[in-house]
Nanobody, 128 residues
Framework: QVQLVQSGGGLVQAGGSLRLSCAAS????????MGWFRQAPGKEREFVAA????????YYEDSVKGRFTTSRDNAKNTVYLQMNSLKPEESAVYYC?????????????????????WGQGTQVTVSS
C-alpha cells in the first residue's frame, strides 16, 4: 500500500507560479511512476506530467511543456510539480498518483485508470 499526501496549491494571479508537493509513504517507490493530473469542475481528469521514480525521466502534456516541471527527492520520498506562467483555465484540483507501470511513455502514463494510488487533491486557482 502507498499513501500519498499532497501539499501546496492555492490562489495565484495569471502568470504566477506555484509548487505542489506529494509525499509518499508505505512502500518503496523505486519501481513506480508518479503522475500528476488535474480536474476542473464539469471536466474529466486530465494528465499533466509524470516522472519515473527510478530514472527521473519525465513526461508532460503538450500544453504545459516549458512551463511545468516535475521532479523528485528520493531522500524525502517526495515528488514536486513546479508550475510557472499559470493560466486561468488551469484552475483545477490537482492530484498526484502512483502507478506500477514503468514503461510505455506518455501514451500510457497519461491514462488515469492505470494508476493504483492517489493523493487527496489540492486546489489551484488562477485568477485573471
Amino acid at each position: 500500500q502507498v499513501q500519498l499526501v499532497q501539499s501546496g496549491g492555492g490562489l495565484v494571479q495569471a502568470g504566477g507560479s506555484l509548487r505542489l508537493s506529494c509525499a509518499a509513504s508505505g512502500r518503496t517507490l523505486g519501481t513506480y511512476t508518479m503522475g500528476w493530473f488535474r480536474q476542473a469542475p464539469g471536466k474529466e481528469r486530465e494528465f499533466v506530467a509524470a516522472i519515473s521514480w527510478s530514472s527521473g525521466s519525465t513526461y508532460y502534456e503538450d500544453s504545459v511543456k516549458g512551463r511545468f516541471t516535475t521532479s523528485r527527492d528520493n531522500a524525502k520520498n517526495t515528488v514536486y510539480l513546479q508550475m510557472n506562467s499559470l493560466k486561468p483555465e488551469e484552475s483545477a484540483v490537482y492530484y498526484c498518483a502512483a502507478t506500477r507501470l514503468t514503461i510505455g511513455g506518455t501514451n500510457y502514463f497519461s491514462r488515469s485508470n492505470l494508476y493504483d494510488f492517489w493523493g487527496q487533491g489540492t486546489q489551484v486557482t488562477v485568477s485573471s
